[in-house]
């Protein structure tokens, strides 16, 4: 008979029905992490190498399980048997974030190495990450058992030399735990009291209520010993709560030979129906896979049940002290899409209105952008008027040495006015340098300002942060490159050497009404005249290059990226803006994830 065609089911309905809740609830609870909270009700399988641990979940799943010679369980593999009528079998693997779902049966052993080799590495090396196998088929019981590796006392080459306290430090972190059962698996030949398995699980359980005992191999015992192994499972050699159960697994020859697990059941029911000394066991529902099946589903069942109030109380107690740990760190982002929406539009809008704020100078920081930017601004005056004294200077000296040095082709006492033409342009145009520098200063203060809003606005939120940053960025240097055109653009004008008529006189003699320009037509008028004219260049510049700066830096560059900000609403990346990177953000994170595993948790104990 194939494995494809076990026969009767271990398992009728009826007896399904009564324990499936309870295993279905314990896999819940372990599928949305509960276990981070508190530890739940398992059975945890260990022994010593070659005990027949192996054999003995093999024959209760119904799957061969990688087998050889020293640890072949490198890795905790939690076998999740669901009894499902009706299903031939299905099975689903899963470790660390990977999930493979498989029908064939005898792809098990090349799934559990692959990832065992994923998690422990090639070789013989050991890894805490746990397998989850969970089998659904109408030929298993309801049960879910954590097998661990076996332990070695000896390295194998490519073993590190502590590997057997690796594997007692593993196997400790499941058998000391309250909850777990502890199913330990013992060769009929091997003398119990010795056992380091059993030792191990002594320790943490002296009283052997929550231990269970399988002794295998009964085939191999001595001759004669056959009532000391009847002592030992009728527990009135080394008592345990829960007792034993002596079972009869496929051997290394029935392997050899391809006998299938189903073949294995009936040769062993076989075996013991037929056996001078163990037959009666049978009768005392204390020998055979079958027996143990029922009995580990029972006793993890009841287990569940009475671990059920403690569980309820522990969840509600911490769902109460996580729920106002949460309260006091509340005010980030909220967990509802709509609202976390509203949450988004409230913050850029606010950055935004700073941002509006300071562009107008109603908002007040620690240092006042205006304040600083009318100092730069004064010493931009300051830098037009200190060119003053130089420009007085050379025009004077053109004017005394004009027939020594610059007169062309016109007559003695005439004079060429693009020659004064060329010195103001020269003149003026060395004013441009402190203008560009004004400009630089003036950037990377708004730059800095700007930088601080967004740092203060968007502390928790990296991503926001990080597009903002960009946006001022590359807005300041677009601007930036706006108002050096422009400033270039009024130097240039200026080269024209030009202003109204009235605005000249006016300039020259206020308290004249009447322009008249005649009385300055000779050649000793002209350094009057230039200076007249450079004042009219200054007051141009002295307002022109701020109001320039203050316009296109701060203003402009604010309104641009208010716009840019709020094009963020209709990005699809939400929860990415959203996403905060702060110690008290991880810690609302957690707390609200704690929240709603507890949260189901509760629920699904209740319901039951």
């Known amino acids: 008979m194939s494995d494809d065609e076990d026969g009767p089911s271990m398992f009728q309905d009826q007896l399904a029905k009564k324990v499936r809740p309870f295993i279905e609830l314990i896999d ?197 010993t056959e009532k000391d192994v009847l002592e030992i499972v009728r527990n009135k050699t080394l008592p345990l709560n829960m007792g034993y159960v002596i079972v009869k697994c496929r051997g290394q020859k029935q392997i050899d030979d391809k006998m299938s697990i189903a073949q294995a059941l009936e040769e062993e029911l076989d075996f013991f129906q037929d056996h001078e000394h163990f037959k009666s066991l049978l009768l005392e529902e204390r020998a055979t896979t079958k027996h143990l099946a029922t009995k580990l589903t029972y006793t993890l069942v009841n287990h569940i049940k009475k671990s059920l109030p403690d569980m309820s109380n522990q969840i509600k107690k911490q769902l109460w002290n996580v729920r106002k740990a949460l309260v006091e760190c509340e005010g980030g982002p909220p967990s509802d899409l709509a609202e976390r929406k509203e949450f988004l539009i409230g913050i850029i809008t606010e950055f935004n209105e700073k941002i509006t704020r300071l562009s107008t100078g109603d908002n007040t920081v620690e240092e006042n952008l205006f304040v600083l930017m009318r100092s730069e601004f004064a010493d931009w005056m300051k830098s037009l008027q200190n060119a003053k004294p130089n420009y007085h200077e050379v025009v004077q000296q053109v004017v005394d040495e004009y027939d020594l040095k610059h007169r062309g082709s016109e007559l003695p006492g005439f004079t060429n006015y693009m020659e004064f033409k060329r010195v103001v342009q020269r003149l003026v145009a060395k004013l441009r340098e402190p203008a560009m520098m004004t400009l630089q200063k003036i950037r990377e203060m708004v730059h800095t300002q ?68 005649s009385c300055y037509d000779t050649r000793s008028k002209y350094p009057e005249l230039l200076k007249a004219y450079y004042e009219i260049v200054v007051q141009r510049l002295a307002d022109q290059v701020p109001m320039l700066i203050r316009y296109f830096i701060l203003k402009e560059s604010a309104r641009i990226l208010c716009s840019k900000m709020l094009g963020l609403l209709n990005s699809d990346d939400l929860d990415e803006m959203l996403t905060e990177e702060s110690e008290i953000g991880r810690r609302r994170s957690a707390l609200r994830s704690r929240v709603e595993r507890l949260g189901l948790a509760n629920d699904k104990i209740s319901s039951l």
């Not at 009706?86 to 498989?102: L, P, R």
């Not at 601080?452 to 990080?466: A, D, G």
């Not at 490159?481 to 605005?503: A, L, P, S």
């Open 28 to 224: 819940y609870l372990r599928s949305i992490g509960i276990e981070k909270e508190l530890p739940l009700p398992s059975i945890a399988v260990v022994g010593d190498q070659s005990s027949g641990k192996s054999s003995v979940l093999e024959a209760l799943s119904g799957v061969a399980l990688p087998r050889g010679n020293g640890i072949v369980t490198r890795c905790p593999l939690e076998l999740r048997l669901c009894y499902v009528s009706g299903v031939v079998w299905k099975a689903v693997i899963s470790y660390k974030n990977k999930t493979f779902e498989f029908d064939d049966r005898e792809e098990v052993a090349r799934h559990v190495e692959q990832a065992q080799n994923e998690l422990a590495g090639r070789g013989v090396g050991i890894c805490e990450d746990l397998i989850t196998l969970k089998i659904k088929s109408s030929t298993v019981c309801d049960l879910s058992l954590i097998d661990l590796p076996g332990i070695a006392r000896v390295p194998v080459p490519g073993q590190p030399e502590d590997i057997e306290a690796q594997i007692k430090s593993l196997i400790m972190k499941y058998i000391s735990k309250k909850k777990t059962i502890n199913l330990v698996v013992i060769p009929c030949y091997n003398d119990i009291a010795t056992t380091e398995a059993l030792k191990m699980v002594q320790k943490v359980d002296p009283e052997g209520t929550r231990t269970l005992a399988i002794l295998t191999k009964p085939d191999l015992i001595d001759k004669g």
């Open 450 to 517: 700007f930088v601080n809003l967004s740092k203060v606005s968007f502390e928790n939120f990296p991503y926001l942060q990080h597009v903002s940053m960009k946006n001022i960025e590359n807005i300041q240097e677009w601007q930036s490159n706006i108002v050096m055109k422009r400033i270039e653009e009024q130097f240039q004008m200026e080269m024209q050497v030009y202003t109204q008529d009235e605005i000249f006189f006016e300039t020259l003699n206020p308290e004249e009404e009447t322009p008249d320009c």
